[in-house]
């Protein structure tokens, strides 16, 4: 039995290889490199190519005997995807569609799908369950509500079992400071305070302290990604055991339950290097929620998943992690 990540080399995925791998499963990670690093990998066989790639698709399955499938590969810049959304369009969804099509050819039955709360939009409450309506408000954000469709569609039309994961803020890094978050390719709240903290960027910039929360910065659900990374080996042991009458097609919140603030993360980095976060309030940023978390009861009963780390552990894992990788480790 082996297992199929697409965008694997990623910070997400490749903390989920590493997570597949330690339960004894076979994995190959099919990977274009864009933004992939194949020292993240950890030996793991890699496929350089092109989610879209039918064939190359269908001849890994092929050579590796595949029969499961994890899918990361995705463009997941918001702001760039409301300024090219033909490019999202094409990558994250027509070449998801492809991808699921030379897959079941294959014989692969079992996907889980790398989704996102953004999905959500701004969320009338919180914290936020599954059976809030899905309203994005990015093209990034409807390009995953688009492929969770494709994958309910499929689900319908030739038996696929799915579970699309909703992920809220993935942070932090390997527990041994292996693999963790590169800095240079993302916005991340987390990443982003270390390389402030670090001396390795300017001041950090804090995009509004006057909204409705206790200290006027936004509330988000931080997931340490070792936890993230263990939901989706539950899923997929889930999909394997759906049975001809179970449900097809899941989608589960993926977070803590539990809101932290901007400041309350920078705090909690500055208590873990023993010195602050430099940081400056600039104008408010358009388009940002002013708080969302996870109601993570779904997760819990559908995958019999749960958080084990909070904030505390994210940051220390991460500032190990960003420290050591400064300096050459």
Not at 25 to 30: E, N, S
Not at 114 to 121: I, P
Not at 293 to 300: N, T, V
């Amino acid at each position: 039995m082996t297992v199929l990540v697409t965008g694997g080399a990623g910070y997400i995925g490749s903390h989920t290889v590493r997570a597949l791998r330690e339960t004894g499963r076979d994995v190959v990670v099919l990977d274009s490199l864009e933004f992939g690093r194949v020292e993240a990998l950890l030996g793991t066989p890699l496929v350089e190519g092109d989610i879209a790639d039918a064939e190359l698709v269908r001849s890994t399955c092929g050579r590796y005997g595949v029969d499961q499938l994890v899918h990361f590969a995705a463009y997941k810049a918001v702001g760039e995807s409301m300024e090219q959304p033909a490019r999202y369009w094409r990558n994250n969804v027509a070449g998801s569609a492809a991808l699921f099509d030379a897959v079941l050819v294959a014989g692969v039955r079992d996907v889980v799908f790398s989704s996102s709360c953004s999905v959500y939009g701004t969320p009338p409450t919180v914290p936020v369950a599954e059976d809030v309506p899905i309203a994005p408000e990015s093209v990034y954000a409807e390009t995953k509500a688009m492929v969770e469709r494709i994958l309910a569609w499929f689900g319908v039309t030739h038996g696929l079992r799915s579970a699309s994961l909703r992920y809220f803020n993935a942070a932090g890094a390997s527990h041994d400071t292996v693999i963790g978050e590169d800095w240079t390719v993302t916005l991340n709240l987390v990443p982003l305070a270390m390389k402030a903290l670090l001396g390795a960027s300017p001041t950090l910039k804090v995009f509004g302290n006057d909204y409705p929360t206790p200290d006027g910065t936004c509330i988000r659900d931080y997931i340490h990604v070792e936890d993230l990374a263990d939901a989706h080996v539950k899923a997929l042991d889930r999909l394997a055991s759906i049975t001809d009458d179970g449900p097809p097609t899941l989608a589960v919140n993926v977070g803590t339950g539990v809101g932290s603030s901007v400041l309350e993360v920078l705090n909690a980095a500055g208590d873990v290097a023993g010195r602050p976060v430099p940081y400056e309030i600039v104008a408010r940023r358009a388009g940002d929620p002013v708080a969302t978390f996870a109601d993570p009861a779904y997760a819990e009963s559908a995958l019999g998943w749960r958080a084990k780390q909070g904030l505390g552990e994210i940051v220390d894992s991460a500032y190990r992690w960003h420290a050591k990788a400064q300096h050459g480790g």
